[in-house]
């Protein structure tokens, strides 16, 4: 707090961001670093906590043995499934609009759509999806989803690490079209043309299209205790 008050009173600001040099407070195992508070309009108490690799790129503190602190027994639970035209061409169910759909579940933990989907022509796949902790009152992201179409890879995302270069990309994987129509969130599974974050794996596709017939799909995400 100290510290901290010095800074604000050397830049004459309340709000600041500044690199601590290495060594100037230092911590123990075990050790109060800081306490939560409920305030303004939070959804509960909580402290944001972050890790940075050596080159300062923020990563994923559930990576590592803090892990191991997080009870977590429950697995992630998928609300809703979009497909998305990708052309004005593109017919879904012979529309060109957006279609979603509930997701149900048939057996444990495993997710159905009730019927066929008709689709021509190019189009992208987007998941509503949340994740719950044991004892925690917030719903959580996930920590990865792969798709695949015919067995085939098209899509995959990974929460390991991210970069402040990256910052203008943090939510570029989520559908900003759904949101602002009330539609909720959804994770897109289809690469944007101007993506390229360390999220997302190398071999995603931006659209998936395939000839006539009949064709299957397989959502495979997990949270970070998989």
Known sequence: EKII????KMRNSYEIDHL???????????EIIGYTGDTGSLSGPHLHFELRDQINRPFNPLTTNLGEFLVDTK?????????IPKSLNTKINGTNNISIYDMNEKKKNNYYLNDTVYIMGNFGIALNIIDEVDKQPFSYGIYSIDLFVDSLYQYGIKFDKTSFDQASQSYIERDYNLIVNNKGEFYRLFKSKYENNYFIDDRSKEFTYFEKGVHSFKILVKDINQ
């Open 75 to 83: 697995k992630p639970i998928p609300k809703k499934i979009a497909f």
């Open 20 to 30: 601590l040099e290495p060594g100037l407070i230092p911590v123990l195992k075990g």
């Open 5 to 8: 008050q010095q800074i604000q």
